[in-house]
């Protein structure tokens, strides 16, 4: 906006005077009036509803705060008992690495696999495309969990397809050695939002190269690793932020898979699970709040390593490397 | 809110979102509101199945019917799900006039002031005088009524009669102890070829503890709120449950991990034991579940003990919101729930036997199938059934979840029983 004024004042324009420079900023400012106005609502929102609470949990996680009485400064007693005393926040924390490294790749690789299926054109695209996508927007409720959670139970769908074949584990979601692997599955299984976005990414990639690999003579293989992923690294990048983000914030698959207990021995114990067993069955709400605000920084943490290692492998078009 | 369903995490954040905007806010209104013709609006607020919600808006109209100037708004939830609703209500200056309280959380409300006192009204707004004696206090705390039983339940050991009468393996009888029920499970066991296990591992059961080491004249706490056991107390319990296990007796780990709290999901109702512990009002949903019939015998004892170690338990409790805006009002429905005997015909025993001697008695003369079992289980025990112990203190909800963790942990195989007690009473320490 700046710059736009400065231009306006070394090339005046016929027909235009000083005063119509006068009129144009008060015009501006009426505008940005006018934008905030209509920015309100979410203004509102992320102010009431993300910053202030966000503000709130900070205090509150260095409190001793039980929901009922007025909150009592601790200092950093909370952080201090977290790592010093509390095992079992250790192995949530063991839990929910597992997760990350398990599905946010596997889901990614599910995506991208699939993408490049539905990319082909084909008859009865868009309903191919439509099925994939469907678990997505079912995944994240109750209702699947409790079906996964009946299908991996002992004599369950699996387990009864399974055993017929002779493979006989006595059910997976009861047992701490596969119950994660229920978990993760469920995860991959809504590979639909990234799958979306690869989709939208392979038809960015300009046919052109292609053509040109075809005529080098190049393998599926080599156009797929030095064509197809090269340009796609932006989205690959996107979508492995979004998934990492999303993994760490896992909460519903585990907790009605586990019915909120995080078994069969902790091997479902999420680091989101935990810090809800703390803030609403135990009372412990500043402690919650500590937890809360130290995931946030893993997850910052995370998100900032993946975008310090992006200039080594992300290549945006157009950019001389 | 309702009976809404949305997933756990939508629910937990947008309350939680709402308990910080109404704690930022302050003063979102007390509860219910009266206009100037004098018409009260309560609130009401339980949990349970979607049966019991049928029969209590039943009892409500008909008090309302009496009440025409009280209008009760109700609300019902799960179980799960029920207390962290109910603590972001309490938490954000909006909690219900009447609320259902479970035993558990008693303590944890009472104690930071959010139930009044029902010693404050007088015996004609609320009456407390047909009250069991067993259960008359269980809702005191230091001196202070902060709710009143709306039930009585007790101890005991559910089994599908049935099959187990068919096994040939002698039934269990009152006065059966801790190693009569290790070997008919073992000879259950056996009688199925390891089809179908003896009982389910009482081990996830932090009540059946406790029976134990009342039969010890021990408890789980103190009336300070510490363990009232020590080391060699939890090594021998560890010990006896794992001899269930290893003998075959009692379900494998894998199994009794499915243990979710839902009847239907029990190994005794999918046919993976012939028995489980549970509280007695529940054998009216086996018995649903298990079409040949369920039996209910009382909890084995320690050789020689001359203590069964049972209490009757407050099933449920109800309680009146301190700052709730229309006392009265509440403690007239307080009192209608508990002491009405046609309320009490509603409501019949979907809550547990009622706890006023008239209304049990009327619903009583009217009982039939599982519910009678239920009755009958309880007058035969009347003279033994202890007076409950008291509330229990904060922290109890996680070493509770802390005792099912170890036990699932032991049963895979992953700690040693010495472990596994030293954990627990670190972890005792420092939630206590």
Redesign the interface.
């Known amino acids: 906006m700046v710059a736009q004024q400065v231009n306006e004042v070394a090339s005046p324009q016929p027909g235009r005077t000083g005063s119509g420079r006068a009129r144009k900023g008060s015009k501006s400012k009426e505008q940005t009036g006018i934008a905030y106005l209509f920015l309100s609502p979410w203004i509102a929102g992320a102010v009431?509803?993300t910053i202030?609470?966000m503000v709130?949990?900070l205090y509150l996680s260095f409190t001793d705060y039980?929901?009922?009485?007025a909150p009592e400064w601790v200092g950093l007693d909370n952080y201090i008992?977290l790592f010093t005393?509390?095992?079992?926040f250790m192995s949530s924390v063991g839990v929910t690495f597992q997760y990350v490294f398990l599905s946010a790749p596997l889901k990614l690789a599910a995506a991208l696999g699939v993408a490049l299926l539905l990319n082909r054109p084909r008859k009865g695209q868009g309903f191919y495309r439509s099925a994939f996508y469907a678990p997505s927007l079912l995944g994240?409720?109750?209702g699947i969990a409790l079906v996964w959670r009946s299908l991996f139970?002992?004599?369950g769908a699996v387990d009864s397809l399974l055993s017929s074949v002779g493979i006989n584990t006595?059910?997976w979601?009861?047992?701490?050695d596969y119950a994660m692997y229920v978990i993760v599955i469920l995860a991959v299984w809504q590979f639909g939002a990234p799958m979306v976005i690869f989709l939208a990414g392979l038809k960015q990639i300009p046919q052109d190269l292609y053509d040109a690999a075809a005529v080098d003579g190049a393998s599926t293989w080599k156009t797929f690793t030095s064509v197809t992923l090269p340009m796609l690294s932006p989205v690959i990048f996107f979508n492995l932020v979004m998934e990492i983000i999303q993994s760490f914030q896992s909460?519903?698959g585990a907790?009605?898979v586990s019915?909120?207990?995080g078994?069969?021995?902790?091997s479902t114990l999420f680091y989101?699970l935990y810090l809800?067993?703390r803030?609403?069955?135990?009372?412990q709400m500043g402690y919650a709040s500590a937890m809360a605000w130290l995931l946030l920084l893993t997850i910052a943490l995370f998100t900032g390593l993946v975008f310090k290692t992006s200039g080594r492998w992300v290549f945006y078009a157009g950019e001389d490397k | 809110m309702g009976a809404q369903?949305?997933?756990?995490?939508q629910r937990?954040r947008s309350v939680?979102?709402l308990?910080?905007?109404a704690?930022?806010v302050t003063a979102c209104g007390g509860a219910g509101g009266g206009d100037a013709d004098g018409q009260v609006e309560l609130r009401f607020t339980w949990w349970g199945s979607d049966d019991r919600a049928e029969i209590t808006e039943e009892a409500i109209a008909l008090f309302e019917e009496r009440n025409p100037n009280i209008t009760v708004n109700t609300s019902y939830a799960a179980f799960?799900g029920y207390?962290?609703r109910l603590?972001?209500e309490?938490?954000g200056n909006n909690a219900p006039d009447v609320i259902q309280m479970d035993y558990a959380y008693l303590r944890?409300?009472g104690d930071?002031?959010?139930l009044a006192d029902l010693h404050e009204f007088d015996e004609d707004q609320l009456g407390t005088e047909g009250i069991t004696p067993l259960l008359a206090r269980s809702g005191e705390i230091d001196g202070r009524m902060y709710a009143l039983p709306m039930a009585q339940n007790t101890h005991a050991w559910a089994y599908d009669e049935q099959a187990w009468t068919e096994s040939g393996v002698p039934l269990p009888e009152a006065g059966w102890t801790w190693e009569d029920l290790l070997s008919s499970s073992q000879a259950l066991t056996e009688s199925t070829d390891g089809e179908r296990y003896g009982t389910t591992d009482f081990g996830w059961s932090w009540e059946t503890f406790q029976v134990w080491l009342r039969q010890q004249d021990k408890d789980l706490y103190t009336d300070a709120g510490e363990i009232d056991f020590d080391r060699e107390d939890l090594t021998t319990y560890l010990e006896l449950l794992e001899e269930f296990r290893t003998t075959e007796a009692a379900t494998p780990?894998?199994?009794t991990?499915?243990i979710?709290?839902a009847v239907e999901n029990s190994p005794l109702a999918?046919g993976?034991a012939f028995a489980d512990f549970t509280w007695d009002s529940t054998a009216v949903s086996f018995s649903s579940v298990l079409p040949d019939g369920v039996g209910l015998a009382p909890m084995p004892r320690i050789e020689g003990s001359d203590r069964v170690g049972q209490f009757a338990k407050p099933g449920m409790l109800i309680s009146i919101a301190a700052n709730s805006e229309h006392p009265e009002e509440s403690a007239a429905l307080v009192d209608f729930l508990l002491n009405d005997v046609d309320a009490g015909l509603i409501l019949g025993t979907s809550r547990g036997m009622p706890v006023n001697n008239d209304v049990r008695e009327a619903v009583g003369a009217e009982l039939e199938g599982p519910d009678q079992l239920v009755y009958d289980y309880e007058e035969a025990l009347a003279d033994e059934l202890e007076e409950p112990p008291s509330a229990p203190p904060?922290?109890n909800?996680?070493l509770k979840?802390?005792w099912?963790?170890l036990n699932?942990?032991i049963?895979?195989g992953?700690l040693s029983i010495d472990d596994a007690v030293d954990?627990f009473l670190e972890r005792a320490e420092?939630?206590l």
């Not at chain 1, 005393?85 to 079992?88: I, L, V």
């Not at chain 1, 078994?263 to 902790?266: F, K």
């Not at chain 2, 369903?5 to 995490?9: A, D, E, Q, V």
């Open positions: 009431l509803l202030g609470p709130a949990s039980n929901l009922f009485t008992r005393q509390d095992d079992r994240a409720s109750v139970t002992d004599d006595g059910g979601i009861n047992q701490p909460f519903t907790f009605v019915n909120g207990q078994g069969p021995a902790d989101t809800y067993q803030g609403f069955q135990d009372f | 369903r949305r997933s756990p995490l937990g939680l979102a308990a910080m905007v704690g930022l799960s207390f962290e603590a972001t309490v938490a944890e409300y930071r002031g959010v780990a894998n199994i991990s499915e979710d709290g999918r993976s904060p922290g909800s996680a979840r802390e099912q963790r699932s942990v049963g895979f992953q954990q420092q939630e």
